[in-house]
């Protein structure tokens, strides 16, 4: 199975400030068609995980652009331009190139 | 919008079985594939089991850790998909939210999810 490594395991922001996780996987996650299977969400309390970004970088529908991801392989990198309060909550990676499907491990974000 | 809304959870003994319904609207629904994905109140997330469509003979995959115990059905002419759990057991106790397969390997649309309690 693909291990999805996230760090750190909590994130405390000024409002206004960046954020910046990291998620390693134990394998490449590029596919043979050249896509990058690899994934971020949020997850805000009580609520299911929302999609932020999938293939590596794309936005989904209604994403803010102070969301970003990055990275190529095995390192990814998720970053929040300017944190909002709204952004609290929990962050997971999550790959897709192979069954079963692996979650990190999750980062919390909250606001100092 | 996508809306997908879960049932049937609830209170169950070890050994037990249950049936979970995920009813699924505002998509056409037999042509995604469809995940169960559960998490421990206050842990992570566990992918659980997917199902394929029509054209893909509605094959079916697993996590090891159900692979045996659960089965992942659909009816497309409810536009329902459904978890067969069996032989449940305390470790299965969990939230269990249906998923929207994209297409291009995105899960996007999660379900609020409903809880699966396995205790005597």
């Known amino acids: 199975d693909i291990v999805m490594t996230q760090t750190p395991l909590s994130l405390s922001v000024t409002p206004g400030q960046p954020a910046s996780i990291s998620c390693k996987s134990s394998q490449s996650l590029l596919g043979s068609d050249g896509k990058t299977y690899f994934y971020w969400y949020l997850q805000r309390p009580g609520q299911p995980p929302q999609l932020l970004i999938y293939?590596?970088?794309k936005r989904f529908s209604g994403v803010p652009d102070r969301f970003s991801g990055s990275g190529s392989g095995t390192d990814f990198t998720l970053k929040i331009s300017r944190v909002e309060a709204e952004d609290v909550g929990v962050y997971y990676c999550m790959q897709a190139i192979w069954f079963p499907l692996t979650f990190g491990g999750g980062t919390k974000v909250e606001i100092k | 919008d996508v809306q997908l809304v879960e049932s049937g959870g609830g209170l169950v003994q070890p050994g037990g079985s249950l049936r979970l319904s995920c009813a699924a609207s505002?998509?056409?629904?037999?042509?995604?594939?469809m995940d169960w994905v559960r998490q421990v109140p206050g842990k992570g997330l566990e992918w659980v089991g997917h199902i394929r469509d029509k054209g893909n003979s509605y094959t079916t995959y697993y996590a090891a850790s159900v692979k045996g115990r659960f089965t992942v059905l659909r009816d497309d002419s409810k536009n329902s998909v459904y978890l067969q759990m069996n032989s449940l057991k305390t470790e299965d106790t969990a939230l269990y939210h249906c998923?929207?397969?994209?297409?291009?390997?995105?899960?996007?649309?999660w379900g609020q999810g409903t809880l699966v309690t396995v205790s005597s």
């Open positions: 505002g998509f056409s629904f037999s042509d995604y594939y």
């Open positions: 293939e590596v970088s």
């Open positions: 998923v929207r397969d994209s297409g291009y390997g995105a899960r996007d649309y």
